[in-house]
């Protein structure tokens, strides 16, 4: 299958599926990275890797419907079948959705639907005082970090966390799930029925 990745960031995540899609029988390829950030570090990634890696910011356009407008047509261009947001800061516009439809993955660090609709959700859990906290990877429906539900994995929260600590880790477990929702519905095992993505072995 070909994958499409849209960034923002330094890439952690994006190189966490590259690493994957190296190995052997991968039943995927990335085949372009698109930023919305001419800045992002994860764009050196990409190159790195020998992935095209396309920037198309915001300031180049009178909204940012025709921002992502023109990121649809390099997906297009590239024929992605999945794309994945890997630490992409932008939501997405319906049609973005629409294009690729059920065809789109996010990661999120926490465990929805708890602290959705954040881009400070590990700060968010702190706050709250929970006592476990984690990520989710799901896919994308027009309502923001509400689509269903592919893969979590829970962490625990500390008395001493910090942001920053609690951050480290959960991104650890972002970087093990996020390749492998990718291959699940990359090799056809993930089926949606309604909320509920099943899964078969």
Do not use: W
Not at 49 to 71: H, L, T
Not at 137 to 142: G, S
């Amino acid at each position: 299958m070909r994958v499409g990745v849209l960034v923002s960031g330094r890439g952690s995540n994006l190189g966490a599926l590259i690493a994957d899609a190296a190995q052997p029988g991968a039943p995927y390829r990335l085949v372009v990275v698109v930023s919305n950030r001419g800045s992002a570090p994860a764009l050196d990634r990409a190159r790195a890797a020998g992935i095209p890696a396309i920037v198309v910011e915001r300031k180049g356009f009178d909204s940012r419907a025709a921002q992502q407008g023109e990121m649809v047509c390099v997906l297009r261009q590239h024929s992605v079948e999945l794309v994945v947001m890997a630490g992409f800061d932008q939501i997405l516009e319906p049609e973005v959705i629409a294009a690729f439809a059920g065809r789109i993955l996010n990661v999120h660090p926490s465990l929805l639907p708890a602290f959705a609709g954040t881009l400070h959700a590990q700060r968010a859990a702190l706050e709250h005082g929970v006592k476990v906290t984690g990520c989710t990877v799901h896919l994308v429906t027009d309502e923001v970090d509400g689509g269903p539900i592919v893969l979590q994995a829970a962490v625990p929260v500390f008395d001493g966390d910090t942001e920053a600590s609690l951050s480290a880790r959960i991104l650890a477990q972002e970087h093990r799930l996020l390749p492998q929702a990718v291959r699940l519905l990359a090799g056809g095992r993930a089926e949606v029925k309604g909320r509920r993505v099943a899964v078969r072995a």
